[in-house]
């Protein structure tokens, strides 16, 4: 139980993707203009983390380990990583159409994040078991969600405030990035 609490700690706080690794940049800057947008994209990407987790275990363990072709992991792993965002893509677009709309080229892009990636790669490399993997899934996307939404909040506030022009848009936005990162690296004592 001890190790699952480091695990959801790491993945939120003291290793978090965007702020300590530096993985999913892209969603997280283009998606976070809007808190509504970044809760949206924070579930999605959860969703997909958590799941790929999942998936990847078992292919890789009970599939790949055993028939030898472990060279083949990061081709299944995106393999399945497309086939959960198509999954999300559908019910949103059914579902929820307006979040689909709002969240736009950034959904298929998911894919592509190398956050999502790098989380099965990560639980593969720590040996971490099935209930491990699925932790540190959700745990990193958690972890996503918590810093898309506090820097859409802090863009959101950023927009109505009064600073010089030279910051508004992707300067302000890189700048305020940055600063929060530094301020999440102050989590890095919390797991020795």
Known sequence: ?????????????????????????????????????????????????????????ILN???L???????????VFIVVIAALVQLVEMVLRNYLPMLYNALGVYLPLITTNCAVLGVTILNV??????????????????????AICLFAGIRERLAISDFPDWMDGFPGALITAGLMSVAFQGFGGLIH
Do not use: H, W
């Open 125 to 146: 490399t720590s040996g971490y078991n099935l209930i491990q993997s699925v932790v540190n899934g959700f745990a990193g996307g958690a972890g996503f969600t918590l």
């Open 1 to 57: 139980m001890k190790d699952i609490a480091f695990i959801v700690i790491g993945g939120i706080l003291v290793n978090n993707f965007v702020m300590s690794r530096f993985l999913g940049c892209c969603p997280f800057l283009g998606v976070s203009k809007k808190l509504e947008t970044a809760i949206g994209m924070g579930v999605a990407v959860t969703f997909v983390m958590t799941l790929a987790s999942l998936i990847t275990y």
């Open 65 to 75: 380990s055993r028939l030898g072709m472990v060279y083949m992991q990061t081709l």
């Open 61 to 63: 363990t009970y599939l």
